[in-house]
């Protein structure tokens, strides 16, 4: 079944440190793939979308993810988070597949920042 | 801008009093969603518009029902509201249907509230 696996619930880190977002997923063949953002009582924004090429991709407010076929993996990352980062991010996968645009979410990742 | 716009931001119901949400968009894009979103819980797709073209989830209850009277609105009408349809109703729109090649725009939401 396809399915998007984000391991970790909530994470703190401080403000100016590294951060590393993990998302995994089952898929029988590779899906298109994207991040998005949630603020408290706002709708989702995109941070950025994979589709095919360079398997590094760089996205708004700093923010780049690495697709890893072997891993089945979209890590999200920013090498130095600032207070306003704090939200939920949410990783998706859409099929590649000309007939739909269904996503599918993961259950999400709270960040917290502290100063 | 060209936008995605969700009236009202917060809703409050009675429990079984029919209530309608509203969404509409500049973007003029061809198709819509509406997504629940339970509390730190993914947005789980209920419905899309593909231009006139209704598309059900299989797993959505048939209290919920939905209207697209024209490209630019789209209605989520729930018949008798539940306690367990208190939610964040989100409203997306992309393009076109492309594999996930289109990004989804999404408003800020509706909050409902069932007493």
């Known amino acids: 079944a396809q399915s998007v696996t984000q391991p970790d619930i909530h994470i703190t880190v401080s403000e100016g440190a590294s951060l590393e977002l993990r998302c995994n997923y089952s898929y029988g063949a590779t899906p298109y793939l994207f991040w998005y953002v949630q603020s408290p009582g706002q709708g989702l924004q995109l941070l950025l979308k994979y589709f095919s090429g360079d398997t590094l991709v760089q996205g708004i407010k700093g923010f780049e993810a690495e697709f890893k076929r072997s891993q089945s993996s979209f890590n999200l990352r920013k090498p130095s988070v600032h207070w306003s980062d704090a939200a939920e991010y949410f990783c998706?996968?859409?099929?590649?597949?000309?007939?739909?645009?269904?996503?599918?979410f993961g259950t999400g990742t709270r960040l917290q920042v502290f100063p | 801008d060209a936008m995605v716009i969700q009236n009202p931001r917060y809703q409050v119901t009675q429990f079984g009093k029919p209530v309608t949400l509203s969404c509409s968009q500049t973007l003029n894009h061809n198709v819509m969603y509406w997504y629940q979103q339970k509390s730190s819980q993914a947005p789980k797709l209920l419905f899309h518009y593909y231009d006139k073209d209704f598309n059900n989830e299989a797993d959505t209850p048939d209290n919920f029902q939905s209207r697209r009277p024209n490209t630019s609105f789209c209605f989520l009408d729930i018949r008798s509201p539940g306690l367990g349809d208190a939610a964040m109703y989100l409203c997306a729109t992309s393009r076109a249907r492309g594999g996930g090649l289109n990004e989804q725009f999404f408003g800020p939401g509706t909050r409902l509230t069932v007493l």
């Open positions: 998706a996968v859409g099929p590649p597949s000309y007939n739909t645009d269904k996503l599918i």
